[in-house]
């Protein structure tokens, strides 16, 4: 028998060997597949723009419509089915105007930064770069490269945004929001640490004192919160929880982002209507 089987295997080696070869390629993809998956299922995004920030206030960035359904039967019994359909959004909506006050007077909050994240077109430049008011450049943080920080009439552009629209200080540029239509002149050339800007993330940045009108928004879309010394963030996050009235605590996916999405935004409290704030752990 065994003879047999020795007789077999030299006659037939190549088709063995051709088997054997497969068996181990499908094992190794296998396991290739295997690891791709475990990396999606455990990744988290970078928190990126809000990178200097341990906590974020922010609109609640899903909504939830319940069904109800009463069927009658004929034992005069009644049965109620309810099914809830949730939405992401894909953005949140602005905050309200005084909320930064109110998370200012949070115990053991030290610093609140107000950004008011808003799509634009800007001639000469790629895509659709978000702008902000230059104040919430510390949220990255973006610094200065070359020129000054904003002020009326002007705005900062990204590292990236500038050396491929070919932008320099000094230039106008004509940028179009919701708002409306706007002539600019560029101030200065901002980067993060390290890099030319976020990944998918062109940034412009305009004066605090005129960005609101700009963007058309009547409250900042986020708040970076800085706790004071010696506070936890997890403490402060909590007490941001109770003082700005959102809903059930739960569990956030990201960001967001179009720059929305952008913070890891473990632990969030989810609030039940669309507007509410929610208060998230970077």
């Known amino acids: 028998m065994i003879r047999l089987a ?10 063995y060997l051709g088997t054997f070869l497969a068996a181990l390629l499908a ?33 609640a960035r899903e909504v939830s419509l319940e069904t109800v359904t009463t069927k009658s039967k004929k034992e005069g019994k009644a049965k109620v089915k309810r099914k809830v359909k949730t939405e992401r959004l894909t953005g949140a ?9 109110r998370v200012r007077a949070v115990p053991g909050v030290a610093a609140v930064i107000a950004d008011y994240a808003f799509p634009a077109r800007v001639d000469r430049l790629p895509g659709a770069p978000i702008g902000h008011g230059w104040s919430s450049a510390a949220l990255t943080p973006y610094e200065l490269r070359s020129g000054a920080a904003p002020a009326a009439g002007e705005l900062v552009l990204d590292a990236d945004l500038a050396a491929r629209g070919g932008v320099r200080p000094g230039d106008e540029l004509r940028v179009t929001t ?10 200065g050339i901002a ?13 412009i940045f305009l004066a605090d004192t005129e960005v609101a009108a700009v963007a058309g928004l009547s409250g900042p879309a986020a708040l970076g919160v800085r706790p004071a010394p010696g506070v936890p963030p997890a403490v402060l ?26 913070a890891d935004r473990a632990g969030t409290a989810a609030a039940g209507p669309p507007a509410a704030p929610t208060a998230s752990r970077c």
């Open 6 to 15: 020795l007789r077999s295997l030299r006659r037939h080696r190549g088709a």
């Open 178 to 187: 919701r708002a409306g239509v706007r002539t600019l002149r560029v101030s």
């Open 191 to 203: 980067a993060p640490p390290g890099r030319d800007a976020l990944p998918a993330q062109g940034a």
């Open 237 to 262: 996050r909590d007490r941001l929880t109770e003082a700005i009235g959102v809903g059930s605590p739960g569990q956030a996916g990201t960001a967001k982002s179009t720059e929305t999405a952008d």
């Open 27 to 59: 094992v190794a993809l296998l396991a290739g597949g295997g690891l791709l998956l475990f990396s999606v299922l455990t990744a988290k995004p970078p928190a990126d723009r809000f990178a200097a920030v341990p906590l974020v206030v922010s609109g």
């Open 93 to 101: 909506p602005p905050l309200p105007a005084d909320l930064a006050g």
